[in-house]
């Protein structure tokens, strides 16, 4: 939105869900005029459910998920013990299992074994 001339920018943001800022946001944006709305949701994005938009483009968005080297992996558990999302359980002998629903944020892949694959 601009104000004399300066775009004036208006983030919405909280750590927990269902505490409104979708609404708040869908409505100040309603209330305003020359808006453009973004809702930056990495999980959940649902204001164009408020708005019915007109989708002019679509682009894929891919997250990184862990996978397991078998030839360094030895099993140990620490990739599932370090994951703060529970994303990840070593089966011994078995297979590092990933649950991709919860391995949203691979920015750091604490050991050797384990490798990153879009
Ligand atoms: S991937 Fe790495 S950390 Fe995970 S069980 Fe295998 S060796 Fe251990």
Redesign the pocket.
């Known amino acids: 939105m601009q104000q004399n001339g300066e775009r004036m920018i208006i983030a919405v943001a909280s750590g927990k869900g269902g505490t409104g800022k979708t609404t708040v946001a869908v409505n100040l944006a309603l209330l305003l005029s020359n808006v453009q709305l973004m809702d930056c949701d990495v999980e959940e994005p649902n204001a164009h459910l408020f708005l019915d938009p007109v989708i002019e483009e679509l682009k894929p968005a891919y997250t990184q998920l862990p996978t397991?080297?078998y030839d360094?992996?030895?099993?140990?558990?620490?990739?599932?013990t370090a994951c703060e999302y529970n994303a990840?359980v070593?089966l011994p002998q078995k297979e590092?299992m990933v649950f991709r629903n919860f391995a949203t944020a691979v920015g750091y892949v604490?050991?050797?074994?384990?490798k990153r694959k879009n």
């Open positions: 397991a080297n360094l992996c030895d099993y140990c558990g620490k990739c599932a990840l070593a590092v604490p050991w050797y074994a384990l």
